[in-house]
């Protein structure tokens, strides 16, 4: 009886512990989960990026806050925004920054240098929004429970520190191809046969020597300003949480990101390289598969034209007034002259450049859902990543005008690929100008070339909403990724360079050649010492 009843309780018991087993190993529902995206970065093209995963996700049925210093221009209706803007002053600072980077002449080296001029108060003022009340609330607040943190990378490093603040996993957000200093964070490997955003390289070749050369310097410079930075990270780092001691270090804190997401899609854009697990790529967040519908007056004008649409936008960090004045003339003649319909990016309506029927001035663009419109021809673009992305993925034309940053490169990748032409801003002449935007126009050999490349860039295994959506959730269910890490995080310059193993190899040769120099020595001496005496032996034997 006794007996009995325990077999049954032993089966009920097991019975429970089974079915708390088969609930233990089932996949922890994500539904509604709540995420915080942390984006200090002044640049609104990077913001872009940045809020188009976020939409993604608040899409899905996610419970979605932001902060960012600029207002959003991609949101969701459930999306909390807090937006903690500039002063008057350091828009100012900010304005004259682009002003100066506008005047010279693009490349990586006037990039660096920027970071330590015009890009440097901007860096610094990405502090400041962290440590505003409206911030601070966040994690003072101990109702606010999230389930993961992402944070925009833009020299920035410092905020991984926000994973151990809000106790929850951190995903970092670049709007661009893997970069050293991104892949730093996640011990993604640098590797000699990958050139650096700015060189471009057609697909299938290899560098040549000159491409390895600068490559090899420019990633050299790169890590020393890493060096630099790491150095200012530490400063605000303390700056911003020195005096609370339940923090890491940020040392601790930068091995323990769990995924970055670029913004790039290496097998139809290039480079070609290994990426470790923790590296998701997903080129073209932004780009939306169907276009939303344009707003009225711009359908009419698209509409209605006879030879076709041009667009012309320089983006949304340069400004009319950055530019020369001569420049905008030049611009404004030569569109005016043009056949073609011209919808212009110009931020102060009331003094346009001038008047002309067939230029339609818009302060702010649907440009995507532009970009996607059968009449467009051609895209005269300052190549950032962003607009390049989305005129590759709807197969327009480009004739680029690069500024800084990253643009040089991009704007050398699209004449390399064949997408279009590359012109200088600031050199720009009329009749140059003019030329080449026939050029685009008529040649039909820019638009095949980007036919090809756009069906490649469609052709993937998960759509790009698929992935963010399938990796955040992954990375909640799992409360970080740590197993899928990278060893390279956790291993410093002499181990991941085998510097200690060369150093032992150089040392174990020296005592090869040291002990074989004593053997031969011996050896010499035995012999030839040996010879002396038996001759000297025979000297004594004849006398
Ligand atoms: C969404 O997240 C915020 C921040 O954690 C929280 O205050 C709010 O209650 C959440 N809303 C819902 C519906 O869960
Ligand atoms: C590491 O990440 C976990 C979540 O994945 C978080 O709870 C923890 O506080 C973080 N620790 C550090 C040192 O950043």
């Known amino acids: 009886m006794t007996e009995q009843r325990s077999t049954i309780l032993g089966c009920s018991l097991g019975g429970l512990l089974l079915a708390f087993l088969a609930l233990q190993s089932l996949p922890q529902s994500t539904e509604g989960s709540n995420i915080l995206g942390v984006f200090t970065s002044h640049s609104t093209s990077h913001f872009i990026v940045h809020m188009s995963i976020m939409k993604t996700l608040a899409e899905k049925g996610h419970n979605v806050t932001v902060v960012s210093s600029v207002p959003p221009k991609v949101t969701h209706k459930s999306i909390k925004h807090i937006v903690i803007p500039l002063s008057e002053e350091e828009e100012k600072l900010i304005h004259g920054g682009m002003v100066d980077m506008v005047k010279q002449k693009p490349s990586i080296w006037t990039t660096m240098k920027s970071i330590f001029t015009s890009l440097a108060g901007l860096i610094n003022k ?13 994690y003072n607040n101990k109702d606010n429970k999230f389930d993961v943190v992402f944070v925009g990378f833009f020299f920035n490093t410092y905020q991984v520190g926000l994973s151990a603040k809000f106790n929850c996993p951190l995903i970092v957000s670049w709007m661009g191809q893997p970069m050293l200093m991104v892949n730093e964070i996640i011990g993604n490997p640098e590797l000699s046969s990958v050139p650096q955003m700015s060189i471009s390289v057609p697909a299938g070749k290899a560098m040549n020597f000159q491409q390895r050369l600068t490559n090899f310097l420019s990633s050299t410079g790169f890590r020393f300003l890493g060096k630099f930075l790491h150095f200012k990270y530490q400063g605000f780092y303390k700056r911003l949480w020195g005096d609370d ?16 997401f670029c913004n790039s899609h290496g097998i139809s854009e290039g480079p070609i390289r290994p990426n470790v ?4 790529e997903i080129g073209g967040i932004q780009v939306k598969s169907k276009p939303d519908p344009l707003p009225e007056d711009i359908k009419q004008f698209m509409d209605n034209s006879k030879n076709g649409v041009i667009l012309f936008s320089l983006g949304s960090n340069l400004k009319g007034d950055h530019f020369n004045p001569e420049v905008v003339t030049t611009i404004f003649k030569t569109l005016s002259s043009l056949k ?31 970009l996607a419109h059968p009449k467009l021809k051609l895209f005269i673009t300052h190549a950032g990543k962003g607009g390049v992305a989305e005129a590759q993925y709807h197969g327009v034309p480009m004739l680029t005008l690069p500024v800084f940053a990253d643009q040089p490169g991009n704007a050398d990748k699209v004449v390399e690929n064949g997408y279009g032409l590359r012109l200088e801003l600031n050199s720009l002449e009329a009749k140059e100008f003019k030329e080449t935007i026939k050029e685009i126009i008529s040649n039909p050999k820019y638009a095949q070339k980007l036919e090809t490349f756009s069906k490649l860039y469609r052709d993937r295994p998960q759509t790009a909403q698929e992935l963010v959506v399938y990796w955040t959730e992954y990375v909640i269910r799992h409360h970080g990724a740590p197993h899928m890490q990278s060893p390279l ?29 004593i053997v031969w020595k011996f050896l010499w001496k035995k012999c030839t010492g040996k010879s002396k005496k038996t001759a000297q032996n025979k000297k004594v034997k004849k006398q």
Do not use: C
């Not at 697990?277 to 998701?280: E, N």
């Not at 319909?341 to 339609?360: C, F, H, M, R, Y």
């Not at 995080?489 to 120099?517: E, P, R, W």
């Open 489 to 517: 995080v956790h291993m410093g310059t002499v181990a991941s360079n085998n510097l200690d193993i060369y150093a032992l190899v150089i040392l174990a040769l020296y005592l090869i050649f040291l002990v074989n120099k």
């Open 340 to 370: 073609q319909q011209v919808i212009w990016k110009w931020d102060d309506l009331e003094t346009t450049p001038g008047k002309s029927a067939n230029i339609l001035y818009k302060k702010w663009l649907p440009q995507d859902d532009i």
């Open 126 to 138: 990405q502090v400041d929004t962290l440590e505003d009340k409206r911030f601070t609330d966040l």
């Open 245 to 260: 001691k339940s923090m890491p270090s940020l040392e601790q804190a930068m091995k323990n990101v769990s995924l970055v």
């Open 277 to 280: 697990p923790a590296l998701i």
